[in-house]
C-alpha cells in the first residue's frame, strides 16, 4: 500500500509544507513535495485536503487549489482565487471541482482550468434552526474569550477579524461573496457549519458538515446522517461507508448501499485511541484487508507531538502497527489517498 499524505507544520507556524508518499510496507517515504507559504509567508495550516483523479492529485491549502503529477510528484497548477479562506478539501465529481470552503461555509465549484463556476451556500438550506443558530453564538462566545486570552496566536496571519460573521451569513449567506471582495485574509473563526470534506464518488455528492455533526448531499441539501459527533472525512468501500469522528475519536462504519448512496441507519462506532488527549482523527484510506487512519498531533499534548498512520484490519479492528510522520515534515496529517496503482 502507497499512501499520499498532506501535511502541516499544525503545532507551529512555518513557511513550509510538505506533501509525501509512504511506502506502507517498507515502512518508508519514497516521495515528497516541499511548498512554501508564499501568500502568508508563514502559518501553522498547509497542505489541507486531497483527492486522485486519474493519474492526478488534487489538493488544496488554506487559499489555493493544486494538481499535482505523480512518481515523481510535480506541482502542475497552483491558483489562488479571493474567495476561497481556510479551504478543507477538494474532490473532483464529473468535471466539477468542488472546495470545501470552511471558512464562508461554502462550496466553491471550479472548472477543470481552475476557473470560479459558482457558490453553493450551504446555509440556504442546513443550519436554519433557532437552536443551531443560538448554539453557534454560543461557540462564538467562548472562541472570543480565548482570543483575548491570547490562545489564538496561531491565527496571526489572519488580521481582518469578521465581527458578527455568524449572525452575517446565516441572514444572508452571500454577504461575504460581493464582486471584488476578497476574503483570504479575513478571521471568519469560529465558522458556523464548518464544512470539511467534500466526498463524490457516490451517486451524488456529499459533504460532512463537521459544526453540525452532519452528512448532506450537496445539490439537494438532504440530510443524510445525522447526530456525530464532528465527522471529518468520508470513504466507501464495498458495502461500508467509514466517516472519521473527531470529537471522540471514533472510526463510524455504516452500512452502505453503493447504488443508492444511502447509509444505513445503525453505524458501528470503532475506537481508534484511549483518549482524545492522544490524537485528532482525521484521514482515511483503505485496501480489501485493512483501513488506514491520519493521527494528529494535538496542540498541549507534548507527549503526543507527532503525526501517524494507524493501520487496522478491516472488521476485526486489529491494530497492524503505525508509522510515525518525521517532525521536520509537520505535526498534522490531513487527508490519507491511496496512489498504489501510481506507484507500482
Known sequence: MRLALTLSPG????????????????????????EQSDFFGSSHKGFAGASLVGDRLFAVDEVHLYEFSLNPLRRVRKVS?????????VAVVGGRVLVANSGLDTIEEFNLDFEHVQTHFLLRKNGRSAGQFLSRVRRTILKGVRRRLGWNKLYRHLPNRQRL????????????????LDVRRCDFRPHYLHPNHVWGAGPTPLVTLCNLGMIVELDSG??????????HDGLASGRKFFVTDCATNELVVFPYDPATGELGPTPERV????????????????????IFLGLTARRGRPQHATARIRALELGT??????????????????????VTQQYS
Open 222 to 231: 438532504r440530510v443524510v446522517t445525522r447526530n456525530l459527533g464532528a465527522p
Open 271 to 290: 475506537p481508534i485511541s484511549a483518549s482524545l488527549d492522544e490524537a485528532f482523527l482525521r484521514g482515511v484510506a483503505c485496501d480489501t484487508e485493512r
Open 165 to 180: 460573521a455568524n449572525l452575517n451569513k446565516f441572514v444572508n449567506p452571500a454577504r461575504y461573496h460581493q464582486p471584488g
Open 81 to 89: 482565487h479571493r474567495l476561497l479562506n481556510d479551504a478543507h478539501h
Open 317 to 338: 479492528w486489529r491494530n497492524l502497527g503505525e508509522f510515525t510522520v518525521p517532525q521536520q515534515l509537520g505535526h498534522s496529517v490531513y487527508s490519507l489517498v491511496d
Open 11 to 34: 503545532l507551529k507556524e512555518d513557511s513550509r509544507f510538505h506533501l509525501v508518499v509512504l511506502d506502507w510496507e517498507r515502512q518508508e517515504l519514497i516521495d515528497q513535495h516541499e
